[in-house]
């Protein structure tokens, strides 16, 4: 059974920058597009970033040329840089498979950008 565990958000003015992480098990991570997903207050969870194996990467228009999406297939692990942060990006973040997600969500890690 998959188990997805988000970390390292915060609090932060805008402008500033964060790093998120998160750390899979029970999957053969390298053979899923992973994806970084952010529901905010009163908003339906959407998906902002996506990395395929070999690492290439989407982004939603929302978020490109700030976010950074990247992948260690030797850790399970994928990340999600954040820069140039927007009071419009808090919101808790999750990871899962991109497009399909598994039905097992982490718990997320709150992301809050003040102005």
């Known amino acids: 059974q998959v188990q997805l565990v988000e970390s390292g958000g915060g609090l932060v003015q805008a402008g500033g920058s964060l790093r998120l992480s998160c750390a899979a098990s029970?999957?053969?991570?390298?053979?899923?597009?992973m994806g970084w997903y952010r529901q905010a207050p009163g908003s339906s969870r959407e998906l902002v970033a996506s990395i395929t194996s070999g690492g290439s990467t989407n982004y939603a228009d929302s978020v490109r040329g700030r976010f950074t999406i990247s992948r260690a297939n030797a850790k399970n692990t994928v990340y999600l840089q954040m820069i140039s942060l927007k009071p419009e990006d808090t919101a808790v973040y999750y990871c899962?498979?991109?497009?399909?997600?598994?039905?097992?969500w982490g718990k997320g890690t709150l992301v809050t950008v003040s102005s």
């Open positions: 029970g999957i053969i991570f390298s053979a899923n597009v």
């Open positions: 899962n498979r991109a497009y399909s997600a598994w039905a097992n």
